[in-house]
């Protein structure tokens, strides 16, 4: 069976300090990956997706960066963290027109 | 543009009755259709997806979907307190690897 990691679980960052999160998925093979936050009390935004290594598509202009080094791992990274960019962030991954599986996620405090 | 809209609740029902929870959507090619529950602090977990229209059960959750009326809702019968948590109504167009959540409905089952 499917499962997918996200860590660490919780992170609290001082603004302007770099970030990274990953993500790993096991069981599967060339998932589609995203990458989510969610603020307190909002919906999910989608951030970044790809569909494959080195293939990365952003939705929202930010500070914010992804990478995939390889084919089940997704990184999401900052150079300079901005209060804003405190929330909930989620990995997810998909086959093509299926279901999204949501990892645990990694809760951000930038202060 | 992709819309999803739900009710952002609260919907408040008595442990023991059906809760219903409604989700329209505006893209007429959306073809997937998928519900989620999230408990608060947690990440979303997958109820149930539907393709066809009609009414698709599993256990105490129905799904029915009306693709004329461009709606989806979630039945949930006998509510437990452990019901009690946000619901997202989640879309994909036909094409697309890409979905459209709505913001979520939240559910509070009293004993």
């Given at each position: 069976s499917q499962t997918i990691h996200q860590w660490p679980a919780t992170l609290v960052q001082p603004v302007g300090s770099p970030l990274s999160l990953e993500c790993t998925v096991e069981g599967t093979s060339n998932p589609n990956l995203y990458w989510y936050r969610q603020a307190a009390g909002r919906g999910l935004q989608l951030l970044f997706y790809s569909v494959g290594i080195g293939q990365i598509s952003s939705e929202v202009p930010q500070n914010l960066s992804a990478s995939r080094p390889q084919d089940r791992q997704f990184i999401l990274s900052s150079k300079k963290l901005l209060l804003s960019d405190s929330g909930f962030y989620l990995c997810a991954w998909s086959t093509y027109q299926e279901t999204q599986y949501f990892g645990p996620g990694t809760r951000l405090l930038v202060l | 543009q992709k819309e999803v809209e739900q009710n952002s609740g609260p919907l408040s029902v008595p442990e023991g009755a059906i809760a219903s929870l409604n989700c329209t959507y505006?893209?007429?090619?959306?073809?997937s259709f998928f519900w989620y529950r999230q408990y608060s602090g947690k990440s979303p977990e997958l109820i149930m997806f539907i393709y066809s229209n009609g009414d698709k059960e599993d256990g105490r959750f129905t799904a029915q979907l009306n693709k004329a009326s461009q709606y989806v809702s979630l039945l949930i019968r006998?509510?437990?307190?452990?019901?009690s948590a946000t619901y997202l109504c989640a879309v994909i167009v036909g094409g697309s690897y890409i979905p459209t959540f709505g913001r979520g409905t939240s559910l509070i089952v009293h004993p």
């Amino acid at each position: 069976s499917q499962t997918i990691h996200q860590w660490p679980a919780t992170l609290v960052q001082p603004v302007g300090s770099p970030l990274s999160l990953e993500c790993t998925v096991e069981g599967t093979s060339n998932p589609n990956l995203y990458w989510y936050r969610q603020a307190a009390g909002r919906g999910l935004q989608l951030l970044f997706y790809s569909v494959g290594i080195g293939q990365i598509s952003s939705e929202v202009p930010q500070n914010l960066s992804a990478s995939r080094p390889q084919d089940r791992q997704f990184i999401l990274s900052s150079k300079k963290l901005l209060l804003s960019d405190s929330g909930f962030y989620l990995c997810a991954w998909s086959t093509y027109q299926e279901t999204q599986y949501f990892g645990p996620g990694t809760r951000l405090l930038v202060l | 543009q992709k819309e999803v809209e739900q009710n952002s609740g609260p919907l408040s029902v008595p442990e023991g009755a059906i809760a219903s929870l409604n989700c329209t959507y505006s893209d007429r090619g959306s073809q997937s259709f998928f519900w989620y529950r999230q408990y608060s602090g947690k990440s979303p977990e997958l109820i149930m997806f539907i393709y066809s229209n009609g009414d698709k059960e599993d256990g105490r959750f129905t799904a029915q979907l009306n693709k004329a009326s461009q709606y989806v809702s979630l039945l949930i019968r006998d509510s437990q307190p452990s019901d009690s948590a946000t619901y997202l109504c989640a879309v994909i167009v036909g094409g697309s690897y890409i979905p459209t959540f709505g913001r979520g409905t939240s559910l509070i089952v009293h004993p």
